[in-house]
């Protein structure tokens, strides 16, 4: 096994070179940022450390020499030695590739604007109806750009169709809010789950394994590629067990086809790792994974805990370039529901589960929308 460290001013740079020395199939082992004194002379600096069980390529002994036979359609890039205290390198032409930029963000962040601290006061409030309506979606939590349009829609349906506020404020919810997207069980699915740390996503992975498998009948399998915390890797593992489908470890991405190959069910349950969004590393992985398991459902796990600028920020930044769903959990952890309302209302995408508990398999529901409005009004999932 050969065990190397590489560094660069980005981690694309450093994963970069560690793909042209050692190859695709590489296994990162660690990353963080670089250590070395004389990184100073940047001010910053980025760090993996790589294994693999194959020779390098074409016998080269370094990522300097075997850059121009491997990539010579692309701008080469400087080497940057790990010995301690060497020479300042020179400046690195490589650059890394742009985003893909999904098509929904423009909306999004234009909505941003007017969340949280960084919201735009209103001018004047809402006068008549509208301000009491607006009064009651602001004490529930709900963000006041939304609250303001919710009230005057609200409103505007009650004088328009003679009814009390209370349905009116339904009915003005009702039609913004799309109807859920759960998992298609009429034909084969594979089902990824990413978010945040501790959003919830191994319980929220045992819980729609024990319905589509004791409920609705269907051939499960569950794969998880967090080998991060070996609790997590337990945890799936004992679902599993409990439950009476296969448990596959892929210890890298490019494990994740031959899992497939080899082990066929109707609907197949990716965990993975939990991170912050900030890691680069894990954003490319989550992509790399989505890719080479063709998942054709992607599910954005976001925790209620979370307050509506933060849950978008996070939403953006792990579901750019992917067409996701989102998933809500621990509702029942919330005093009132506006945030998630206010991150639904935001982001415009399409509405999964919501779960209230730890219970498996119950405590998960199919997000309809009247269940959000039920939430909002003080009643239960």
């Given at each position: 096994m050969i065990v190397k460290r590489f560094s660069g001013r980005t981690a694309e740079e450093a994963l970069a070179m560690a793909k042209w020395e050692l190859g695709e199939d590489a296994i990162i082992l660690s990353s963080g940022k670089a250590r070395e004194q004389w990184w100073k002379f940047w001010q910053n600096g980025f760090q993996v450390l790589v294994?693999?069980?194959?020779?390098?390529?074409?016998?080269?002994?370094?990522?300097?020499?075997?850059a121009p036979t491997m990539l010579a359609d692309r701008e080469p890039v400087v080497q940057v030695s790990t010995r301690p205290n060497p020479e300042p390198p020179a400046p690195s032409l490589y650059t890394p590739p742009e985003p893909v930029r999904d098509q929904r963000l423009d909306h999004v962040i234009e909505m941003l604007e007017g969340l949280g601290q960084r919201l735009e006061r209103i001018e004047g409030q809402p006068e008549g109806g509208a301000a009491e309506a607006f009064e009651w979606f602001q004490s529930r939590g709900v963000a006041d750009v939304w609250a303001r349009r919710l009230a005057e829609s609200a409103v505007q349906y009650q004088a328009e169709n003679a009814v009390d506020i209370e349905e009116a404020v339904s009915k003005s919810l009702l039609e913004r809010l799309g109807p859920p997207?759960?998992?298609?069980?009429?034909?084969?699915?594979?089902?990824?789950?990413?978010?945040?740390?501790?959003?919830?996503?191994?319980?929220?992975?045992?819980?729609?394994?024990?319905?589509?498998?004791?409920?609705?009948q269907k051939s499960v399998l569950l794969i998880s590629t967090d080998t991060f915390r070996v609790a997590a890797v337990e945890q799936l593992k004992t679902y599993s067990e409990i439950i009476g489908v296969p448990f596959q470890v892929a210890l890298r991405p490019q494990d994740i086809p031959h899992i497939l190959k080899e082990r066929k069910a109707d609907v197949v349950l990716i965990d993975t790792a939990g991170h912050s969004f900030n890691h680069a590393l894990y954003m490319s992985e989550i992509r790399t994974v989505a890719e080479l398991s063709r998942a054709n459902d992607i599910q954005l796990v976001l925790p209620a805990t979370m307050d509506a600028e933060l849950m978008c920020e996070t939403a953006l930044r792990?579901?750019?370039?992917?067409?996701?769903?989102?998933?809500?959990?621990?509702m029942d952890e919330v005093r009132h529901p506006g945030a998630v309302l206010t991150t639904a209302l935001t982001l415009g995408w399409p509405l999964s589960y919501i779960t209230d508990g730890q219970n498996v398999p119950d405590d998960i529901q199919v997000a309809f929308p009247e269940t959000l409005v039920n939430l909002l009004k003080g009643g239960g999932v």
């Open positions: 294994a693999t069980d194959y020779p390098r390529r074409n016998g080269a002994t370094s990522a300097h020499e075997a997207a759960p998992i298609a069980l009429a034909e084969p699915a594979t089902v990824l789950f990413v978010g945040p740390t501790g959003s919830g996503k191994t319980t929220t992975i045992a819980k729609l394994a024990a319905y589509c498998h004791l409920e609705r792990f579901g750019e370039g992917l067409d996701a769903k989102v998933c809500f959990t621990k």
